[in-house]
């Protein structure tokens, strides 16, 4: 696992770079993610633009009036930050890399590099604007098509995804809020993908009606890049071991240096009530854990042509510090999960680019305004469903049947994604007179 770039460059080149600590690799994956949906999604509105399908809006902008206020004190901002954290790293090393999440969401900083560098950025911001300043300033009409929009919608969607993703995960772990509030929400770990869909989704759709972009052809376009989006995130919750992995896999047993072999005799039953404790602390919320018999498991031999990991990992080095110590590591990130669990995350990321590339292949085939966005809320919502009954999480009680949050919204999903097809599979896409 690599926490961190810091992990990764150890491991694959064999050097030690202290300063990459402060690269986490699940929110540099994260990065790629949005940047190949911005790319996606930029492709695909200009090919509708081209049919016709969609319009430019027009503002007005006022040039010439100077500097404006709020921009000199969001540099200001920006340079603060810069100057107080960043810099602030470059001074206090030792503390700093030792546990850079912590250092980052701490009070702890350089105040005086702060305060210098938001006077120096803030001022610089006010030279820029004021050079061309006009003596009367002028309005002007500009024409904005919805693919120049690209980067403020992801920036909403970055936005209100990370919020409803925090939100519906502490929702989901209610216990865990209330025990540590504040750490329940700042924690960089514990993200619900569904939660940033539905306020992501929000978000957008206001945007859209703002900006008067056609909804069902700003949705068809957002399909293909959601799920590649999904897919590129995915990787990094394998790479970082975030805890969105599986049930246990019962074909295999944990070696104390966190490698996965193939487990004989009663040796998975032995592990297991070796760390019971481990197991009913991981699993509370989810089922009552008296014996290995009530640890949730499945039993899978991977062929001789796939490697062990693709089918039994232990998330050595996972970011949560999961699981018990590592023999020869010392530090921060030195456990793994005593039982061997189904990579999740990893086949998540298989599904996700499958469903993307059918997308992209259909987009032009497809031409009912909306059918393409339903068919993605239908590809989706069934890929959750099927990789929640290998998963871990918090279940619900709806009578006869025990779903866990995920499984609910992939229902509902699957569902109105049903619907949208069958109301919009006989639209026609109207051309916009420019």
């Known amino acids: 696992m690599y926490p961190n770039l810091y992990f990764f460059f150890k491991e694959v080149l064999g050097v030690e770079w202290p300063m990459f600590k402060l690269v986490n690799s699940f929110g540099l994956m994260v990065a790629f993610a949005f940047v190949a949906a911005a790319i996606t999604l930029t492709m695909e509105l200009r090919r509708r633009q081209a049919n016709g399908w969609l319009h430019f809006t027009e503002t007005q902008i006022e040039v010439g009036k100077g500097a404006d206020l709020s921009e000199v004190l969001w540099n200001g901002f920006f340079g603060f930050l810069f100057g107080w954290k960043f810099l602030g790293i470059l001074l206090d090393k030792e503390n700093a890399l030792a546990d850079p999440q912590s250092y980052l969401l701490s009070g702890q900083g350089n105040m005086a590099l702060g305060i210098l560098l938001a006077l120096g950025f803030a001022g610089y911001k006010w030279y820029t604007g004021n050079k061309t300043k006009l ?37 989901e772990n209610w216990d865990d809020l209330i025990a540590d509030p504040i750490g329940s929400l700042t924690s960089f770990s514990g993200l619900t993908f569904y939660g940033g869909l539905i306020c992501a989704g929000a978000a957008i759709i206001w945007y859209a009606r703002k900006h008067k972009i056609n909804l069902w052809h700003l949705t068809d376009s957002f399909g293909p890049a959601l799920i590649l989006a999904y897919a590129i995130g995915r990787i990094g919750c394998q790479v970082a071991g975030d805890g969105d992995w599986g049930i246990l896999n019962s074909a295999y047993v944990a070696t104390t240096d966190g490698k996965a072999v193939l487990a004989e005799g009663t040796a998975y039953k032995d592990t297991v009530t070796k760390y019971l404790a481990y197991h009913q602390q991981s699993l509370a919320g989810t089922k009552e854990v008296l014996s290995s018999d009530d640890v949730m498991h499945a039993s899978f031999q991977a062929p001789s042509w796939m490697p062990t990991w693709m089918v039994a990992y232990t998330y050595p080095n996972n970011v949560l510090s999961d ?112």
């Open 135 to 171: 003596p009367k300033p002028e309005k002007r009409t500009l024409r904005v098509w919805p693919h120049e929009r690209v980067g403020d919608m992801i920036i909403m969607a970055a936005l209100f995804g990370f919020g409803g993703a925090k939100i519906f995960h502490n929702l």
């Open 323 to 434: 699981g018990v110590p590592l023999d020869g590591c010392e530090g921060q990130w030195c456990r793994y999960l005593p039982n061997p669990v189904f990579p999740t995350p990893f086949y998540e990321t298989l599904m996700g680019l499958a469903i993307f590339f059918v997308l992209w292949g259909l987009r032009k085939k497809i031409t009912a305004p909306g059918m393409l966005f339903g068919l993605y809320l239908l590809l989706n919502g069934f890929e959750r469903f099927l990789i929640e009954k290998i998963r871990v999480n918090t279940t619900y009680k709806l009578g006869f049947w025990n779903p866990t949050q995920a499984e609910i919204i992939a229902l509902v999903l699957m569902l109105l994604g049903l619907s949208i097809i069958l109301l919009r599979r006989k639209a026609v896409p109207v051309k916009v007179s420019r």
